[in-house]
Each structure stands twice: as structure tokens, then as C-alpha cells.
């Protein structure tokens, strides 16, 4: 990540510092939260929750320091509730920036299909008769390409899941630009048990072009003429997405390869209603629990790391307070500034 960029107060205005109307150089204040040790040290004594610890809000959502693929731990949160809707973005087996951590971490194949066969049947314990599961999930092409299609051909032991879509979302940057072609692309995988609704929304890209005809009431139309909305449906490559990044509002600093809000909120509101439960079964920066509170859904998160789990509490706490959705660079733990 390029952190030590200054910006151009013309260019991005919305960076000015609110307070005392100086400008701030954009240098997130966090390193890796997964990988830096000295950093974990300072903020471990700041989290209010320990292994097996569970927050609950009046507004009916939980956060915990639980492991996925551990039934029992899952119990704990979840008690009798069902939810229509489950997004996980689980680690992808996939070397991170050379460190291996024990939330990016890189074991045996058939450990992590363990791994993933164990959180797998979980969901399937939580989800509703009619719900929605969407899964984020990487390939390593350094290892044939591990674990995507093994996990795929993995979900089809489940008879229970239909496979409904293959969604890509393209990212602004990307790695392997010196002898490989750019990789800037993140997988979504969308699977659906039962009949659950599906909301159809748009896009903020607006319609320009012409074409697919079709004869309506005896009269040839293209799609210009028969549409009834100005803008695109997202399809299942999503262009419209920015990457994350410290520029950004809603950047959490530590936060390796953290999901874009958008991206989330685009999932519950075409998958879940309001007042629906959401669960998300890997917290890391709260996203899924920010969108749930600006859309009306009950989230139940958790992860196996205190640091990640007290995040998403924070950025929720943060949000009601101050109407952001994350901290841009500045730090989220000024106990350790």
C-alpha cells in the first residue's frame, strides 16, 4: 500500500482537517495489525474482549472473539437465532506480503479444506430455510490457482446450497504489473438455500449505450426506450467499486485487503431485508456490522482475534458518534499515540 502520498487539497478537499483547518500528511498511523507484534502488544491491553468474550448492543447486535469452524464457539453468539443472509471473507490461504499470521495465514492444502469444510457446515447450522450465502475467496496462482476451484468443487457436497453467481469485483490497483499481467481482480462467490427474495438494484453508471432489441406491443425498442431506470444493474463484474485505501473515509489503518462498504451494503440490499440477521463469521474491520447499522439488519460477527473483533465494536462506536465510517489514516486506538 502507497502510504506516504501527500495529497492536494484541490483535489480532495474533503481532507482538510475539520478542526483547526490545517492539512494533515496522509500517512496511515497503523501498521499491519496481523503481522506487527510490538504493535498487537501496545493494543491488546485496549480490548474489551478475550477468547470466547461476546458485546451485545441494544439494537440486537454481537460481536465476539470466537473461531469459525468451531461449533461449539458458534453457539455461544448465535443461540437460537437464524439469519437470511451470511457474508464471509475467509483467510484465503494466500502469503501475505511474506507473513504468515493467524489471520492471513498459509497452511497445507488439506488443512485449510478442513478448515473451510468446518466454517462451511456452520453457516449451514445459522442460515434460515430461504437465505442467501456469499462467500469471498481468492487464488493463489503461484499455487495452481489454490483454493478457489478446490473450494468450489468442495460446495458441491452440499446439496442443500444451488450455486447462483460467480461475481468479480475489479479493483483500481493491483500486483504483478512487471511480469505478469495485473491482478486486480477480488471473487465473490453467491450461493442460495431454499427460495430466499432477491431485490434487484442499480448502479450509479448511467445507461449510454444502445442495443439489444426487442419487439414490445408490435413496436421495435432497444433498451434505451424499455428501461425503467437511467442506470445500469450491477451484473456480476462490479466496475463501480473503489478498492480501499487511506484516502478513503472509510479506511480502518492495520486493516490488510479490508472490503469495500459498498460492495457489502450492495449484498444485504439485494439479499436481506430490514431487520434481518446478517452474520458475519470474519469481523476483521467491521464492515459488514457498519452496513447492517445504515441498512436496518441485526449483525451477528466475530473473529478468532480480540484486536479485530475490538475494531468493529470501535467502528460502530465511531459512527454514531461522528457519522464516519472509519478513520481514513488516523488511528483508531489513540491510547497508544
Known amino acids: 500500500m502507497d502510504t506516504g502520498t501527500n495529497y492536494t487539497p484541490e483535489l480532495f478537499p474533503e481532507l482538510e482537517d475539520g478542526n483547526t483547518g490545517s492539512l494533515e500528511r496522509t500517512t496511515e498511523k497503523l501498521s499491519r495489525l496481523d503481522s506487527d507484534r510490538e504493535l498487537r502488544e501496545k493494543i491488546l491491553p485496549f480490548c474489551r474482549l478475550e477468547r470466547g468474550g ?29 439469519a437470511s443472509l451470511v457474508i464471509n471473507d475467509p483467510p484465503y490461504n494466500v502469503l501475505v506480503g511474506k507473513a504468515n499470521t493467524d489471520n492471513l495465514f ?6 485449510y479444506m478442513d478448515f473451510s469444510r468446518a466454517w462451511v457446515n456452520n453457516a449451514l447450522k445459522v442460515m434460515n430455510d430461504d437465505a442467501h450465502l456469499y462467500i469471498w475467496l481468492g487464488a493463489d496462482y503461484k499455487d495452481d490457482f489454490k483454493p478457489l476451484p478446490d473450494f468450489m468443487i468442495m460446495m458441491r457436497e452440499y446439496e442443500e446450497l444451488k450455486s447462483k453467481n460467480f461475481i468479480t469485483l475489479r479493483n483500481q490497483r493491483g500486483y504483478g504489473t512487471q511480469k505478469n499481467w495485473m491482478w486486480i481482480r477480488q471473487e465473490l462467490l453467491h450461493y442460495t438455500k431454499g427460495g430466499p427474495s432477491f431485490k434487484v438494484v442499480y448502479t450509479d453508471i448511467p445507461k449510454v449505450l444502445k442495443g439489444y432489441y426487442k419487439v414490445v406491443r408490435g413496436e421495435r425498442q432497444e433498451n434505451l426506450m424499455r428501461s425503467r431506470s437511467e442506470n445500469i444493474r450491477p451484473g456480476n463484474v462490479w466496475i463501480d467499486i473503489q478498492q480501499v485505501f487511506y484516502r478513503m473515509e472509510e479506511n480502518v489503518p492495520g486493516c490488510y485487503a479490508q ?17 434481518d440477521i446478517v452474520m458475519d463469521f470474519f469481523s476483521h474491520s467491521g464492515t459488514t456490522l457498519i452496513a447492517g447499522e445504515r441498512l436496518g439488519r441485526k449483525v451477528v460477527t466475530f473473529d478468532v482475534d480480540p484486536i479485530f473483533a475490538e475494531l468493529t465494536i470501535r467502528r460502530l462506536e465511531n459512527f454514531r458518534k461522528t457519522g464516519k465510517t472509519g478513520w481514513q489514516w488516523r488511528n483508531p486506538f489513540p491510547e497508544i499515540d
Open 54 to 82: 461476546i458485546w451485545e448492543d441494544s439494537c440486537g447486535h454481537k460481536v465476539g472473539v470466537l473461531n469459525a469452524a468451531d461449533a461449539g464457539e458458534l453457539k455461544k453468539i448465535v443461540l437460537d437465532q437464524k
Open 259 to 275: 472490503k469495500p462498504l459498498k460492495a457489502i451494503e450492495r449484498i444485504m440490499e439485494t439479499s436481506s431485508k430490514n431487520g
Open 106 to 111: 498459509k497452511i497445507d492444502h488439506q488443512s
